[in-house]
T-cell receptor, first 114, second 113 residues
């Protein structure tokens, strides 16, 4: 079974621009979560989507948003990019939504904001 | 503020030894506990999960959970150089409907041959 895929893998943007990242979960998985990983803060939860609805949201500004499509694919968007948004953005899929479901990560999108 | 704490390391062990990685969490009602391994430049890979007090074994890996002490550990037996990586502890908080995890900052393990 194919794993989680994320596109693009690398991205360089300028401050003030916006960016859209894409995630395709493992086939049959219905929940997609997004995380930001930086050397200083580690892995931090952004939000989770399940059945096209945002299920949970972490402590990030409104510039970070996402959505999920009927085929469970998900996108996240960051508007008005700041230098501090430079990070590895990871998508994780799970079979369903709930604390007992394991999450499997994709390879990530490395975003650099200059 | 719900927190997950790990010793950053590095934890250095010789090949063939047992590596013991520890994690404490602040939310007493936390429900599920996960260990991920992350090689440099790669994404986290799930290696173990545990929900109930006690031990859970999977090959060379054993996860141990003590909810009373708010403590979860990962033992790696017969450590190999290929086990050298950062190990992330993740916890599912209490009373949360979804799948969000709180991660520790990881312990770097170095296995020398």
């Amino acid at each position: 079974k194919a794993g989680v895929t994320q596109t693009p893998r690398y991205l360089i943007k300028t401050r003030g621009q916006q960016v859209t990242l894409s995630c395709s979960p493992i086939s049959g998985h219905r929940s997609v979560s997004w995380y930001q990983q930086t050397p200083g803060q580690g892995l931090q939860f952004l939000f989770e989507y399940f059945s096209e609805t945002q299920r949970n949201k972490g402590n990030f500004p409104g510039r970070f948003s996402g959505r999920q499509f009927s085929n469970s694919r998900s996108e996240m968007n960051v508007s008005t990019l700041e230098l501090g948004d430079s990070a590895l953005y990871l998508c994780a899929s799970s079979a369903s939504s709930g604390p007992s479901y394991e999450q499997y990560f994709g390879p990530g999108t490395r975003l650099t904001v200059t | 503020q719900k927190e997950v704490e790990q010793n950053s390391g590095p934890l250095s062990v010789p090949e063939g030894a047992i590596a013991s990685l520890n994690c404490t969490y602040s939310d007493r009602g936390s429900q599920s506990f996960f260990w991920y391994r992350q090689y440099s430049g790669k994404s986290p890979e799930l290696i173990m999960f545990i929900y109930s007090n006690g031990d859970k074994e999977d090959g060379r890996f054993t996860a141990q959970l003590n909810k009373a002490s708010q403590y979860v550990s990962l033992l790696i037996r017969d450590s190999q150089p290929s086990d050298s990586a950062t190990y992330l502890c993740a916890v599912s908080p209490f009373n949360q409907a979804g799948t969000a995890l709180i991660f520790g900052k990881g312990t770097t393990l170095s296995v020398s041959s």
